[in-house]
């Protein structure tokens, strides 16, 4: 295999030589800790060499050299979005030249079913999680995400993860990976944490501890770490063109104008050039100012700021013609066109502007926006900065001030260019870096936040995934993965759902609405985030506008979980009460869409009046829908009144009572529903009533739920005992489907025997729970042969109450002779009652089957659970025992998923 064709071929270009010089390392195993590459020079192809070098170790029998999934973390969402465009365009072709067909084939070799040779997946926004990155845990994967996505799920705390999968993910992130930290001199707290990780694992001796590397163009010090650099000798002469770029630096001093007037005069000198400009200002405030300024000139401007709405901010990163051109750089506008952003376009965007006018920032902030400009070189480029030192002090951090005024005396050290410029070019800035003495660049960069020191009983506490209540020393994940920063003021989200008025009824009990919260989540393009006093603002102001009316509202929790139900009036007179407004710190407000508050550029703004802006089906993967009995009449609605538009032209409609929503005839409930998912080709994933008769009530009396419908793939991962399939599986026929799996797992892991054979015993046994009468009354089986899953026929949960059936399971197996005498006796059981989130390390009372054995011997084998949790972590380590259950339960809903495609043959044929 030659690296230099297969790279071409995977890229559609031809490597570097440092970039040949890093496969030649990590074909031998050797991962550097820290990667410091100019901008520009393509850092992201660590991704592809990465791949390369895991198929060579694979052809010389050394697949273990390397780890199979790569986790590329980045603190900008619009990076990742880029990201993942180079990496799906990479894994097209990978999938179909004919010249990579020994890298797919050695890489496909790795895996353990059969299908891409590359699983891609992203977590965060409209792109987030197609699950592939956890179907096939031998399969090579890349996953790309925030920190705030991929480092909550590490500390077994993912946002917005349920009980089920916070440890699954844990393990499936935290054991044979290579995390690479893009631009990691803006996050030390997160780089610190990952370490603080990988020393943890490697002392508690993980089977596959996770490989750490940091890139960045700027880094602020290698302290002592094995670094990766470019060497003199391999500057070729494209790279020189690159890092010689004529970029001319001029600084210009704050006049008597406002910041935002002078930098939009600065803006508009190139108005009748023809030009690409960019602007960068420190705040949304000022950038909308400029972007109004700018657009009252008749030129086409673009608008990007961290507090944008996830889903806006996709439609501009996608659709917008400014923006996409900026991102071209052979593009040519017919007239000037501009754009306008935040710190949230400054890094690691392939931005390539003609000119820039911005702010003052510090040393590392200028040094990413200066990159954004002429980035291939061969043209001359202005850069024009506004120094407005000593101005706007008011609630700066002194910090950051002296950051700034250290700044210019460092930037006036660069060679001149012209009369009144400086040499702004990649090679002059990385001369520049190299000059400084250590204290220099600390002075002169953003002011970092202290690391929140992480303990190994803090990872303990994490660990315990099925208490789901607060834990005395289990504090929120946040500081720990960004620091306890001072210079940046809490922050609050804010939403918008449709079904809120219906879920803030006094019918619908919390535990309900924490279920539903966990069923639909709340994706990342549904949020917006601000300052938590101006939030609190808005919120004020949108209040004094329905102040003729209450409005219920939502709060959740830092973790994306549900914590109370009020009116937004109530919350403001909370807020009134508290000066900092502590209590929203981190949480998400979620408003009823038609309360209105989102502006046209997906920003929050009390004056605004769309109604229409309830994104959670946007990604196409859920529905949310009504379904009602009236008057023996069942019918149904989508709660989006656009969805109806996707019901086929036969069914019968009635016009709603408002007549803005049309309801669908069916003859029965199960009808209904069965409708709803055939004409959206998706599957019940989860019931939650909205009102039920009580059994005394008249026949006629209304009953109406909210049920999610979800695509497949998803229904399957999230809640694989749910599956709409017209035969479901037996008992018998779903555990000889996932031992099947678990095998093929393993031995495609290259597990050790003793290992392979305790994950094959968990399977045989890990579902024998759901053979007892009250599971199957549950799924309303009576009297047939014990069934798995419940079809379209549906589960009772309440039916259960609270019995679970891996706990069944679980006694079950204590019972067998050859699982007694197994070595790996502990983690055998253990796999079968964690596979479902639980025994993290207990099981609730309720969990018990009061029908088998007593009371006390279910008491006594549930403590044990407890004490066996604690051995098995220290056995195999936090992580490690995660993974091995990640394992097992990979191949559970493998199996579910071949089931519900009908991928085996059942005994009546009618699969």
């Known amino acids: 295999m030659n690296f230099q064709d297969q790279f071409e071929a995977l890229t559609g270009y031809s490597p570097y030589e440092w970039q040949i010089r890093l496969f030649e390392q990590f074909a031998k195993g050797e991962i550097p800790q820290v990667c410091s590459i100019p901008t520009g020079l393509g850092k992201t192809s660590v991704i592809p060499i990465w791949l390369i070098a895991l198929a060579f170790s694979s052809q010389e029998g050394r697949a273990d050299r390397l780890p199979r999934r790569l986790v590329y973390i980045v ?16 894994n097209y072709r990978l999938k179909s030249k004919e010249e990579l067909g020994v890298l797919r084939e050695a890489l496909q070799g790795l895996a353990a079913s059969d299908g891409s ?40 705390s993912g946002y917005g993860d349920g009980r089920v999968g916070r440890a699954h993910h844990a393990g499936l992130i935290g054991q044979d990976a290579l995390i690479v930290h ?3 001199h803006l996050t030390p707290p997160f780089s610190g944490l990952l370490q603080a990780v990988r020393d943890e694992q490697t002392k ?23 670094t990766f650099s470019l060497l003199d000798g391999e500057a070729q002469p494209e790279i020189r063109q690159r890092l010689e770029a004529q970029k001319t630096l001029r600084l210009h001093p704050a006049g008597n104008a406002k910041l935002e007037e002078q930098i939009a005069e600065l803006a508009l000198k190139w108005k009748d050039s023809i030009a690409k400009v960019l602007i960068y200002v420190r705040t949304p405030e000022n950038a909308g100012k400029i972007a109004e300024i700018l657009s009252k000139k008749s030129n086409p401007v673009s608008l990007l700021t961290g507090t944008i709405r996830g889903h806006e901010r996709d439609q501009l990163v996608k659709k917008d013609d400014v923006y996409r051109m900026f991102l ?29 006018v911005c702010d003052l920032m510090p040393l590392d902030s200028m040094i990413q926006r200066l990159g954004r400009v002429n980035r291939r070189g061969g043209k001359e480029s202005f850069l024009d900065c506004v120094v407005d030192l000593g101005k706007e002090k008011k609630g700066a951090v002194k910090d950051f001030e002296a950051a700034r005024q250290e700044t210019i005396k460092i930037l006036e050290r660069l060679p001149k260019r012209g009369a009144d410029g400086y040499d702004a070019s990649p090679k002059a800035l990385t001369q ?21 020191a992480v303990t190994d009983i803090l990872f303990d506490a994490w660990s315990l995934t099925s208490i789901t209540q607060s834990l005395p020393g289990r504090p929120e994940v946040a500081e720990f993965l960004h620091g306890l920063t001072t210079a940046d003021p809490p922050e609050t989200y804010v939403a918008w759902r449709d079904e809120v008025r219906l879920l803030c009824s006094e019918a619908i009990h919390e535990e309900a609405l924490s279920e539903w919260f966990e069923r639909c989540r709340l994706e990342t393009r549904e949020r917006l985030r601000d300052h938590t006093k101006q939030v609190f603002n808005q919120l004020e102001a949108l209040s004094n506008r329905h102040i003729n009316g209450s409005l219920p509202i939502i709060l959740l929790n830092s973790r994306g979980e549900f914590e109370r139900k009020l009116t937004l009036q109530k919350l403001i007179e909370e807020g009134k009460n508290d000066r900092e407004k502590s209590f929203l710190f981190y949480r998400t407000v979620i408003l009823p869409a038609e309360a209105g508050g ?51 032209e036969e069914t019968e409609v009635q016009e709603g009572e408002t007549g803005t929503r049309e309801w669908f005839v069916c003859d029965s409930y199960r009808e209904a529903a069965a409708k709803a998912t055939r004409d959206l080709n998706q599957n019940v994933s989860y019931i939650l009533p909205l009102r039920e008769p009580a059994e005394e009530e008249e026949e006629e009396t209304i009953a109406n739920y909210l049920v999610l419908l979800e695509t497949q793939n998803r229904a399957v991962i999230d809640q694989s005992e749910r599956i709409a399939m017209r035969r479901p599986p037996t008992v018998e026929e779903h555990t000889r489907h996932v031992t099947e799996h678990i095998e093929k797992i393993a031995r495609a892991l290259g597990l050790p025997e003793e290992l392979q054979t305790a994950l094959r015993l968990a399977a045989n046994y890990h579902d024998q729970g ?19 899953k419940s079809g379209r026929k549906g589960m009772n949960s309440r039916r259960l109450g609270g019995f679970r059936h891996e706990f069944a399971s679980l006694l079950e197996a204590m019972q067998d002779s050859g699982i007694s005498g197994n070595t790996h006796r502990d983690l055998i059981l253990h796999l079968i009652a964690a596979h479902h989130g639980r025994a993290r390390p207990h099981f609730d009372p309720d969990a018990f089957d009061p029908t088998q054995l007593p009371t006390q011997a279910q008491e006594e084998a549930a403590c044990e659970v407890m004490r066996r949790f604690s051995r098995l972590q220290l056995q195999f380590g936090r992580w490690g025992l995660a993974w091995l259950e990640a394992l097992l339960r990979c191949a559970d809903i493998a199996a579910s998923q071949a089931e519900t495609e009908g991928c085996y043959p059942v005994k009546d044929g009618t699969r």
Do not use: C
């Not at 520049?432 to 929140?452: C, G, M, V």
């Not at 069942?634 to 709660?639: E, I, K, P, S, W």
């Open 75 to 90: 603190n900008r969402r619009t990076v990742v979005d880029q990201a993942t465009d180079l990496v799906e365009q990479m």
């Open 598 to 648: 989102l502006s046209e550029h997906g920003m929050l703004d009390a004056k605004a009046k769309i109604t229409e802006i309830d994104v959670a089906e946007a990604g196409g993967d859920r529905t949310r829908v009504i379904l009602e009995r009236r008057d023996n009449e069942y019918r149904y609605r989508f709660l989006l009144s656009w969805k109806a538009q996707e019901i086929s």
């Open 328 to 356: 071209t750089p052979e593009a040519k506008p017919e007239q000037t066109v501009y754009l306008v952003s935040t710190s949230a376009g400054e890094v690691g965007v392939d931005w390539d502007a003609d000119h820039l």
């Open 182 to 184: 893009d631009e990691a």
């Open 770 to 788: 759901k053979s007892r009468p009250v599971w199957q009354r549950a799924i309303q089986n009576i009297n047939g042969e014990p069934l798995a």
């Open 432 to 452: 520049l870096l190299e000059s400084l003495s250590e204290n220099e660049r600390r002075q002169a960069f953003s002011p970092q936040p202290d690391k929140a």
């Open 117 to 156: 040779p590359l699983a891609v997946s992203t977590l965060r926004g409209e792109l987030a999680d197609n699950q592939e990155w956890k179907a096939d845990p031998a399969r090579p994967a890349v996953i790309i995400g925030t920190i705030d996505m991929t480092g909550s799920k590490l500390l077994f």
């Open 204 to 226: 508690s001796g993980d089977m596959r501890p996770i490989h750490v590397m940091e890139l960045s163009a700027t880094p602020a010090s290698a302290n002592g770490k094995d």
